[in-house]
């Protein structure tokens, strides 16, 4: 069974930064592609960032690129995401999963962890 723990959440204001962290356990933590997601009241969930197994390749979604830093510590089994001048529009529970091969769609999740930014 995989289990996914994120951490890291909580209230920032706008422009500030926030890591979140994401440990794995119950499989091959490095063989496997990790991805960030996040859901918006109201919203439907959306991809934020993705990276590979070995950390050489990574994704952004449009509205984070630039902002936002995707990692992984693949001798801890955890995966960051780095958030750096943060938007009220970032405002979302963000969920870490382990992806499926598409890239796009998660096969594992965990619980989720609140982020609000306050304007």
């Known amino acids: 069974q995989v289990h996914l723990v994120e951490s890291g959440g909580g209230l920032v204001q706008a422009g500030g930064s926030l890591r979140l962290s994401c440990s794995v356990s119950?499989?091959?933590?490095?063989?496997?592609?990790m991805g960030w997601f996040r859901q918006a009241p109201g919203k439907e969930r959306e991809i934020v960032a993705s990276?590979?197994?070995?950390?050489?390749?990574?994704y952004y979604a449009e509205a984070v690129n630039g902002r936002f830093t995707i990692s992984r510590d693949n001798a801890k089994n955890v995966v960051y995401l780095q958030m750096n001048s943060l938007k009220p529009e970032d405002t979302a529970v963000y969920y870490c999963a382990v992806l499926n091969m598409d890239y796009v769609t998660g096969r594992y999740w965990g619980q989720g962890t609140q982020v609000t930014v306050s304007s």
């Open positions: 990276i590979n197994w070995s950390g050489g390749s990574t």
């Open positions: 119950g499989r091959t933590f490095s063989s496997v592609a």
